[in-house]
């Protein structure tokens, strides 16, 4: 038996990860899902950056009182590296995730510039735009287009100030795991390859970014053999 915490990427919330928590529950295993990262939480006034998402998961893995296979997917990678010393973690696994070094933010990793299917607002946060080919070819490209359109609804938007927070670090005190999404047209296949060339382990799954919701038995049978 083994004990996940799941955490998000932008623009979402921990729902998306139900399938594969479920499938992970059926075979025994204990999740934490992070429900709602401060930099994501439409309800919070004053959202936080990489900072306030690290400790709130810090939160979550301390509250799950035993070792735990942390697993974070696109820039939920931010938060996990902070981590990375975390007594409590015995393996991180970035999810076709951002993996800064140190000193790096996720601006860097983005190449200072966001991409087309993320909508800079007035007031300084971010949204998935609104153009449904776009965002669907993005973000979930290998889910029906009824599908896509019922997570993308749900999709909130958030603030960019951690993109531009740099990561601290910390020398790894356990293994990793990068799980390449080979058909992700958010997180480049290149950019994927470059930062999983520094993992333990490498997986691939024959999926857009998000696998948990296109393919969660098959995430949830990777995330298995990690355990």
């Not at 000193?103 to 007035?122: E, H, K, N, T, Y």
Request: hydrophobic share 40%.
């Amino acid at each position: 038996m083994t004990t996940y915490v799941l955490v998000h990427g932008g623009f979402v919330g921990g729902w998306y990860w139900g399938e594969t928590a479920a499938l992970l529950e059926k075979a025994g295993h204990r999740v934490h899902i992070a429900e709602q990262m401060p930099s994501i939480d439409p309800t919070v006034e004053s959202p936080g950056g990489l900072h306030a998402d690290a400790e709130y998961i810090r939160a979550i893995v301390d509250a799950a009182a035993e070792p735990v296979v942390l697993v974070g997917h696109s820039s939920g990678g931010l938060a996990i590296t902070e981590l990375a010393d975390h007594p409590a973690v015995r393996h991180s696994v970035y999810l076709s995730a951002f993996w800064p070094q140190r000193g790096q933010s996720g601006a860097d990793l983005l190449g200072g510039a966001l991409p087309s299917w993320i909508v800079l607002r007035d007031d300084g946060t971010g949204a998935v735009t609104e153009d449904f080919a776009v965002a669907h070819e993005a973000l979930c490209a290998d889910l029906d287009p009824e599908r896509a359109a019922e997570g993308l609804g749900r999709h909130v938007t958030q603030s960019m100030v951690g993109l531009g927070d740099p990561s601290s670090a910390p020398d790894r005190t356990h293994p990793t795991t990068y799980i390449i999404c080979e058909q992700d047209h958010a997180n480049p296949l290149a950019a994927q390859e470059q930062m999983a060339a520094r993992a333990d382990h490498v997986e691939r799954l024959p999926s857009s970014h998000q696998p948990m919701l296109s393919m969660p038995d098959r995430l949830a049978e990777v995330l298995g053999r990690i355990g």
